[in-house]
């Protein structure tokens, strides 16, 4: 079928973007709007001794200013998971209060909400608020918030660790170790990072007083999402709320979860009996916004003679900030620690990983959730065991992936992997990247006074996310189907596969079908985007809301053509219709639809993991006179099972190694760790990439369809990011390594590198 599953077909939304014509939260007016400005400390760690908002208050234009005397209230932001401690005990309870309570614990955090006619007007009453600050101690990195005699940045967290937490078999792994010929060991820094979506976080919301309800508009990845969070901040049941999700411009984890000013806006709302709007600037973007990463680990793999592993141990660190964010304690815990290993045949393993507390904005999940961190230590390891083993990279890999033979297998981790061919991908992506003619090209660099480098990783990723999902498919007598789902889109083309969906099982035009909007109200449930799951989820619900409207329309055929509805088969690749068997009698669907519309329903309440995988190479050419590194290439070749749109797994691949390789060559957060205050608080000293920094991406599919979902898909929205990570930094690595330098910390900028070199010398 032309436009059906597997087919490139172009996003039929691009059309609306690249004409500035979609419908953000900032483009969406109601009469009668106020906006929303939140007052951020401007220190780090401090006690509020004075706090006086009465010429705020009083300046025209103002319509309200909040302290947290006025809004202790509201529901605090807080972590919801079931993870408990290796002891069994809960943990520390730290909780974000939508205004700060008396104590700041790092800079961006909220002090008052002021509403008002305009934002220039609210900013100038920002200014009017006179806040006293009585500093106290800051500690923005792990080593100085868990040292001995360390201030307590909360009373419920003891030596500010929130959780000592761990998973694997210790015993066992001690005993491997004992039994090695090769030890390899590396530490491995996976650094803070900012989200910097496109478009910033944002809430238009006013309050119905005739139902005591709430209707809000909010840049989120998922609409029932949005609506029990705010419902929670409000201390409401989620049917006082409705949340609609527009078009959104970049989520990436961080815009699924929970943040101080939604309840704030939606309280002002009410009180002022006016619309209230608040869209972060980039400022706040990088202040307020939930972080990503930052996760130090030390890490050791035993080796046979052979160079085959018997045992990892891992002892982690994740600085989740000054507050739990939504997900944060589940980052590297539940969502990625049992990763550990990979695709690789790891006998045992033991991963130890300790949450700490610091004066720095909270963190959660990024794209990946803690996969690119796990496999990054994971391949630093493999690396580390080519120089204790002398074997090759890419055959110390080949001896220790797991085998088509092995499948079905499951991991130390407790993941069961169904379907794998994970040697394919290897051969594919060295053959690819001419591996064997590297050290040509190096020779070649090296004559012009240029160091290269070289790396090949493998990735594995757990995909699937939570388990309700809903759908519907309404034909209408016009011939146009409106379809709905719990899923958003924040990018990644959904209106686009899922129309490839509804077409290959019902033959009906793909330009005739529609996705709607987000609307909590719309489906009684629904998921949202995150952990690569819209795709398995999107198209188990929307196969049964399908087969929902074909069986409706048996029926109808069956009274149309005066026949037994098991004498009528349907055929989507006819164009939808329905058939007497061994007769031309037909009528299609979307005849029996113009009587009357047709409605079918699709809705699962299970969770489905799929582990889509792959292999990474990266070349790169690094010019010790300046430090810069130039990107030469990247290939990958992917196991993402079968592939609905090529068109759109290739874009999403292509956005993750960007994020993998800002990662790698440029992006930081950092603080100043005697007062804490961010030093890379905007574009102009934050590094993200650019499209020259990258190279023309070279993907490829290796489709090896999942048991585990009727398309047998897997997840791809995450899997750039996991693999590009390793495979960048042990790129510049080994590039460096022929100079005889080890610079293990990113991100490589060009002075970092510069620097190491110059050491060297």
């Given at each position: 079928m032309k436009f059906g599953i597997g087919q490139p077909a172009s996003r039929v939304e691009d059309q609306r973007f690249l004409t500035g014509k979609g419908s953000y939260v900032d483009d969406i007016a109601l009469p009668g709007i106020l906006i929303g400005h939140a007052l951020?400390?401007?220190?780090?760690?401090?006690?509020?001794?004075?706090?006086?908002?009465?010429?705020?208050?009083?300046l025209p234009g103002v319509h309200a200013v909040y302290t947290h005397a006025e809004t202790a209230h509201l529901g605090p932001v807080t972590f919801r998971m079931p993870l408990k401690q290796t002891d069994g005990s809960d943990l520390a309870t730290v909780l974000?209060?939508?205004l700060a309570d008396g104590v700041v614990r790092y800079v961006g955090q909220p002090v008052a909400w002021i509403v008002a006619e305009t934002r220039d007007i609210a900013r100038d009453a920002a200014e009017l608020i006179e806040v006293d600050y009585d500093d106290l101690p800051v500690m923005v990195t792990p080593e100085a918030a868990l040292a001995p005699g360390a201030p307590a940045l909360h009373e419920g967290a003891p030596g500010n660790l929130a959780y000592d937490w761990d998973v694997g078999d210790a015993a066992a792994t001690e005993a491997a170790f004992a039994g090695a010929t090769h030890i390899a060991r590396v530490s491995v820094v996976n650094q803070?990072?900012?989200?910097?979506?496109?478009?910033?976080?944002?809430?238009?919301?006013?309050?119905?007083?005739?139902?005591?309800?709430?209707?809000?508009?909010?840049?989120?990845?998922?609409?029932?999402?949005?609506?029990?969070?705010?419902?929670?901040?409000?201390?409401?049941?989620?049917?006082?709320?409705?949340?609609?999700?527009?078009?959104?411009g970049g989520g990436f984890g961080m815009k699924l979860m929970d943040h101080p000013e939604y309840p704030l806006a939606a309280l002002a709302a009410k009180d002022t009996g006016r619309p209230v709007k608040w869209v972060g600037d980039r400022s706040e973007s990088f202040l307020a916004d939930a972080q990503g990463r930052d996760l130090a680990s030390e890490a050791e793999g035993a080796f046979d003679a052979q160079g085959r592993l018997l045992?990892?141990?891992?002892?982690?660190?994740?600085?989740?900030?000054?507050?739990?964010?939504?997900?944060?304690?589940?980052?590297?815990?539940?969502?990625?620690?049992?990763?550990?290993?990979?695709?690789?045949?790891?006998?045992?393993?033991h991963h130890r990983v300790r949450g700490v507390l610091t004066n720095t904005t909270p963190t959660d999940a990024y794209r990946g959730a803690g996969r690119p961190e796990v496999i990054h230590v994971t391949e630093q390891v493999m690396e580390a065991a080519v120089a204790v083993t002398g074997i090759d990279g890419a055959e110390l890999r080949r001896r220790n992936l797991i085998r088509p033979a092995q499948i079905p297998y499951r991991t130390h981790g407790g993941f069961l992997f169904d379907s794998a061919d994970p040697e394919a991908n290897l051969d594919r992506t060295l053959a690819a990247i001419d591996y064997t003619g590297f050290p040509a090209r190096r020779a070649e660099s090296a004559s012009r006074g240029k160091l290269r480098g070289i790396s090949v990783s493998y990735y594995f990723e757990r995909t699937g996310g939570g388990p309700n999902e809903n759908a519907t498919i309404l034909v209408n007598t016009d011939g146009s189907v409106d379809t709905a789902v719990g899923t958003q889109s924040t990018g990644q083309g959904h209106e686009t596969a899922w129309a490839q969906i509804v077409h290959e099982k019902l033959g009906l035009p793909f330009g005739s079908i529609r996705l709607a909007a987000g609307d909590s109200d719309r489906l009684p449930l629904g998921g949202g985007t995150g952990g690569s799951r819209s795709l398995i989820m999107a198209s188990r619900v929307f196969i049964l809301a399908a087969e929902d409207v074909i069986a409706q329309g048996l029926e109808r055929a069956a009274d149309r053509l005066e026949a037994a509805p098991a004498d009528i088969a349907f055929s989507a690749e006819e164009g939808g219709v329905f058939r007497i068997a061994g007769t031309d009698r037909t009528v299609s669907l979307l005849e029996l639809a113009a009587d009357e519309a047709i409605f079918g329903q699709g809705r699962v309440g299970d969770s489905t993991s799929t582990f889509p995988n792959g292999c990474h190479a990266a070349e790169v050419e690094v010019d010790p006179e300046t430090g810069h590194t130039a990107y030469l290439r990247h290939v990958v070749t992917d196991d993402f099972g079968v592939i609905v749109n090529p068109l759109l797994a290739a874009g999403q691949v292509h956005g993750g190694i960007a994020q993998g390789a800002g990662q790698v060559l440029g992006e930081a957060a950092v603080w100043d760790p005697e007062t804490g205050q961010p030093l890379a608080g905007s574009f102009m000293d934050y590094a993200m990439p650019r499209a020259a920094d990258l190279p023309m991406f070279e993907t490829g599919f290796n489709e090896v369809p999942s048991t585990t979902n009727p398309l047998g898909v897997k997840g791809c929205g995450e899997a750039g990011s996991v693999g590009a990570l390793p495979a960048l930094a042990l790129a510049v690595q080994n590039a460096l390594a022929s100079a005889g330098v080890t610079l293990a910390r990113p991100p490589y900028t060009p002075q970092a590198i510069w620097t190491a070199l110059q050491g060297a010398a």
């Open positions: 951020r400390s401007p220190v780090a760690h401090a006690r509020i001794t004075a706090l006086d908002v009465a010429e705020a208050r009083a974000l209060p939508r803070r990072v900012v989200v910097n979506p496109m478009e910033p976080r944002g809430i238009l919301v006013r309050y119905l007083p005739e139902t005591e309800s709430w209707e809000a508009w909010t840049g989120n990845q998922g609409a029932h999402s949005a609506r029990d969070n705010l419902a929670r901040g409000l201390g409401v049941p989620s049917d006082k709320v409705r949340c609609h999700t527009p078009d959104v045992a990892l141990r891992v002892s982690s660190i994740s600085n989740l900030g000054a507050y739990y964010s939504s997900s944060g304690p589940g980052v590297h815990t539940l969502f990625s620690a049992p990763l550990l290993g990979g695709m690789y045949d790891v006998p045992v393993f």
